[in-house]
T-cell receptor, first 111, second 117 residues
Framework: RKEVEQDPGPFNVPEGATVAFNCTYSNSASQSFFWYRQDCRKEPKLLMS???SGNEDGRFTAQLNRASQYISLLIRDSKLSDSATYLC????????????FGKGTTLSVSS | DAGVIQSPRHEVTEMGQEVTLRCKPI?????LFWYRQTMMRGLELLIY????????DSGMPEDRFSAKMPNASFSTLKIQPSEPRDSAVYFC???????????????FGAGSRLTVL
């Protein structure tokens, strides 16, 4: 079983739509969670951290369910510029263990 | 801040040749990571360093791969001999010191796109 699993998509949505991505992780000891965004042929960049209580950053909302080992990202009012691949990222709680990336979910927003 | 700088940006080489990828992390960042990205496998962590010391190299595919960090401002990833299956984008990333949860924000370089013929 992969450590971090995501639906690869692609998700094709019109501008203004709401879209949600899901991610599951296998290690119950995981402590920190992030969403990164990667544009085509570019490097990944941090989109937002995911906190236990859930958190929002403008049109983006991240949720964490530790019991189900599940992370989600909700994008409201999609823009053309949101088209990218969204990577779910998990760390483990052992000191010195780094970030593990999912393979990503591709979003395409059309006008 | 120039960000994480990688070179070369693109490299095309023939099977059996030695490949050296280079990375300059952000000044003040003392954790450095090498990742490899392919369509099939996504982003895979190869190795990372804290304070120039390799901490976890369990992701290095095999003995053909080696990485060094001789000082805080420079790291190399070497493949010798290279094979076609090594074709991928290799990313270097750096971060401030990892906290006890291994949590910190990575800043990636633009990547080195390697093609082995």
């Amino acid at each position: 079983r992969k450590e971090v699993e995501q639906d690869p998509g692609p998700f094709n949505v019109p501008e203004g739509a709401t879209v949600a991505f899901n991610c599951t992780y296998s290690n119950s000891a995981s402590q920190s969670f992030f969403w990164y965004r990667q544009d085509c042929r570019k490097e990944p960049k941090l989109l937002m951290s995911v906190y236990s209580s859930g958190n929002e950053d403008g049109r983006f909302t991240a949720q964490l369910n530790r019991a189900s080992q599940y992370i989600s990202l909700l994008i409201r009012d999609s823009k053309l510029s949101d088209s990218a691949t969204y990577l779910c990222v998990v760390t483990l709680n052992q000191a010195g263990t780094a970030l593990i990336f999912g393979k990503g979910t591709t979003l395409s927003v059309s006008s | 801040d120039a960000g994480v700088i990688q070179s070369p940006r693109h490299e095309v080489t023939e099977m059996g040749q030695e490949v050296t990828l280079r990375c300059k992390p952000i000044s003040g960042h003392n954790s450095l990571f090498w990742y490899r990205q392919t369509m099939m496998r996504g982003l895979e962590l190869l190795i990372y360093f804290n304070n120039n010391v390799p901490i976890d190299d369990s992701g290095m595919p095999e003995d053909r791969f080696s990485a060094k960090m001789p000082n805080a401002s420079f790291s190399t990833l070497k493949i010798q001999p290279s094979e076609p299956r090594d074709s991928a984008v290799y990313f270097c990333a750096s971060s401030l010191p990892l906290n006890s949860w291994g949590a910190n924000v990575l800043t990636f370089g633009a990547g080195s796109r390697l093609t082995v013929l």
